[in-house]
């Protein structure tokens, strides 16, 4: 299996990197009237934001959702809003009716539920049918996770739904995600990584054996031919050309 894989010298040069490849796309895409961008979580699109912003881009026909959040209010601390708002939203200047967050302050399934109606709206979904994001941002976790499918989960096998709660056992808390079948459909996917600490979960996913439901993220590097991955140095350095 061969990944589109890049390596950067540092967390910074890689976020720089990922956000110009998700403008350029997003960019296109906008020669059809209107854009659609997923966003995930985490300390490394923190980085990514802020070059986001940086790079003033005209966000006035974007639609940004999220690939997943934490059961919690959106003025919470671990909320993937609050950061997105404080590190991308504000200064980045992009319209509060275009950004669709997850609802999570309610109960997951009725976040979830509400969630997927969203989604159904803006795309004007038929009932079984997938939405296409024009660019979908996915991280990893050290454990070889990815939006908030952990290992062991059921609905990595899933390709039908759009989106369900999850418990996740090993935090003792519940998150709400898109599920892989909506990964997939993205007609573009740009894969963030940094840190000596994705090292070991980048090999598995990028070389080793096809075992989806110990590395969640070979579903994405596994099958779908638009993913570009951008690793810094620390989270490649077991990889070779």
Same mark, same amino acid.
């Given at each position: ?19 110009? =490849? ?9 020669? &059809? ?6 966003i ?53 200047h ?10 999570? %302050?309610?109960?997951? %399934? ?12 803006v795309?004007?979904?038929? +009932?079984? %049918?997938? +939405? ?6 996915? &991280? ?14 059921p ?12 418990w ?10 898109l599920?892989? &079948?909506?990964?997939?459909? @993205? ?6 990584? @940094? ?15 096809y075992? +989806? ?6 579903i994405?590097a596994? =099958? ?18």
């Open positions: 299996m061969s990944a589109n894989w890049k390596s950067y010298p540092t967390a910074d040069d890689t976020a720089s990197a990922c956000a110009t =490849h998700i403008l350029s796309v997003l960019d296109s895409a906008l020669s &059809g009237g209107v854009a659609t961008l997923a995930s979580g985490g300390s490394t699109p923190k980085l990514m934001f802020a070059h986001l912003a940086k790079l003033k881009f005209d966000w006035t026909q974007v639609h940004v959702f999220f690939v997943d959040e934490r059961a919690v209010p959106p003025t919470h601390a671990d909320s993937n809003y609050k950061m997105a708002e404080e590190f991308f939203f504000q200064p980045a992009v319209p509060q009716r275009n950004v669709h967050r997850i609802h999570a %302050e309610l109960p997951p %399934e009725v976040a979830a539920k509400h969630y997927r109606a969203e989604i159904h709206e795309f004007g979904l038929e +009932p079984g %049918e997938l +939405p296409h994001f024009d660019m979908m941002h996915l &991280g990893i976790g050290p454990d070889a996770h990815t939006a908030s499918l952990f290992p062991g989960e609905l990595i096998e899933d390709r039908e739904h759009v989106v369900k709660p999850v996740v056992e090993k935090l003792n808390s519940h998150r709400i995600t599920l892989p &079948g909506v990964l997939l459909s @993205a007609r573009h996917a740009a894969v963030l990584a @940094a840190g000596e600490d994705k090292a070991d979960a980048i090999e598995h996913i990028l070389h080793g054996e075992e +989806p439901l110990k590395y969640p993220a070979q994405v596994h =099958h779908s031919r638009r993913a570009v991955w951008f690793l810094d140095q620390a989270a490649s350095a077991r990889l070779s050309e």
